[in-house]
């Protein structure tokens, strides 16, 4: 499968309302992909075990204690390995896919998982080790507050959270160049880089195979609509959640499990070595927008929902009353619900 659920397990109306899941085709109801597990972390001295993506982190969520550069970050992680640091020398700079495994969709300030066992997390941004392929002088980072994920300038001062280990249920970024602070390539061996190392689930290949107007994802099991925009225009998050229940009323495609994908299995689209659209090379999808829509609300502001913007591979959140962003059916080809 190589994607997790959100850890959303409540639903909201479009005004922020809590209200019962069932019927509402929202994430919470759904709860679609990896459970967590339970418990989720197993604390081993002052290193962290992440039980769902086997990720070991440093307990202390600000080990540095004062935001860096990039450059930075990764020469602190060097220091680390250099100097064994809790008795290992493999430490890195997570990448993007890796830093978000973290991020709890109910919760905030910080958006971890409750009962976490770490020490001093930040409300604000880590960096991550993957550049950001609309300009490689920028880096892709995550923000402990609200779980938001865009990307800075290297230059830029953030914090950094190292781990080590290498993921399960986590695909790969797709990144496979290294570049340095001013978005120049480089050498990936030694760079500490997420294009050095390629982490995570790889690719099959060829990723997509599609029939009869539907994609299947090789990389999640995932089922996608050919037309991803089958609306034709741009909805509300309340149109969009409708637009899902009236293809399942349809059995489009022979499937009665349509569903408005969850934040996670819209970013497992994502390919970090391409922009505009952030969609893997060669993708067989037609009418490509900017922004979509997930089924997962923001526990940050309940009255906003999470949006995948695939131009940049970014995500963020829109106003759910708002006919700003489009709808992506997702599907799979299990048992329909």
């Known amino acids: 499968?190589?994607?997790?659920?959100?850890?959303?397990?409540?639903?909201?109306?479009?005004?922020?309302?809590?209200?019962?899941?069932?019927?509402?085709?929202?994430?919470?109801?759904?709860?679609?992909?990896?459970?967590?597990?339970?418990?989720?972390?197993?604390?081993?001295?002052?290193?962290?075990?992440?039980?769902?993506?086997?990720?070991?982190?440093?307990?202390?969520?600000?080990?540095?204690?004062?935001?860096?550069?990039?450059?930075?970050?990764?020469e602190a992680i060097a220091e680390l390995n250099r100097n064994r640091v809790?008795?290992?020398?493999?430490?890195?700079?997570?990448?993007r896919r890796e830093m978000r495994s973290l991020m709890s969709y109910r919760n905030r300030k910080p958006s971890l998982p409750e009962g976490h066992p770490f020490v001093n997390p930040f409300l604000g941004w880590y960096w991550t080790s993957t550049s950001s392929a609309i300009d490689p002088a920028y880096a892709w980072y995550v923000h402990l507050e609200g779980a938001r994920m865009f990307y800075g300038r290297k230059d830029q001062y953030y914090l950094f959270w190292p781990v080590r280990g290498k993921p399960i249920n986590l695909p790969r970024t797709g990144q496979g160049n290294c570049y340095d602070a001013g978005g120049r390539e480089i050498p990936c061996t030694g760079s500490g880089q997420d294009g050095e190392f390629h982490l995570g689930a790889p690719w099959p290949e060829p990723r997509f195979e599609t029939r009869d107007g539907l994609v299947r994802d090789r990389v999640t099991d995932l089922i996608w609509l050919k037309n991803s925009d089958p609306a034709g225009h741009l909805l509300d998050w309340s149109e969009a959640l409708k637009l899902i229940a009236g293809l399942n009323r349809e059995r489009?495609?022979?499937?009665?499990?349509?569903?408005?994908?969850?934040?996670?299995?819209?970013?497992?689209?994502?390919?970090?070595?391409?922009?505009?659209?952030?969609?893997p090379n060669g993708h067989p999808f037609e009418n490509v927008r900017e922004g979509y829509w997930s089924s997962t609300t923001s526990f940050f502001e309940t009255d906003w929902a999470w949006v995948l913007y695939l131009h940049k591979g970014a995500l963020g959140v829109g106003f759910k009353n708002g006919a700003t962003f489009h709808a992506w059916p997702v599907a799979s080809e299990g048992p329909d619900r």
């Not at 109306?13 to 069932?22: K, N």
């Not at 009665?256 to 497992?268: F, G, K, R, T, Y």
């Not at 994502?270 to 922009?275: F, I, K, L, P, S």
Request: hydrophobic letters at 30%.
């Open 1 to 74: 499968m190589n994607y997790y659920s959100t850890g959303q397990e409540k639903c909201y109306d479009p005004r922020g309302h809590e209200i019962p899941c069932q019927g509402s085709g929202q994430d919470g109801e759904l709860k679609l992909g990896l459970p967590w597990p339970e418990p989720r972390f197993a604390l081993r001295g002052d290193i962290v075990e992440d039980r769902l993506t086997d990720l070991h982190w440093f307990r202390d969520a600000n080990p540095n204690t004062f935001p860096v550069t990039w450059s930075e970050a990764l």
């Open 86 to 95: 809790l008795g290992h020398g493999d430490w890195r700079l997570p990448n």
């Open 252 to 279: 489009l495609g022979g499937l009665a499990n349509w569903s408005l994908p969850n934040i996670n299995q819209l970013e497992s689209l994502v390919d970090c070595r391409q922009a505009q659209p952030a969609l």
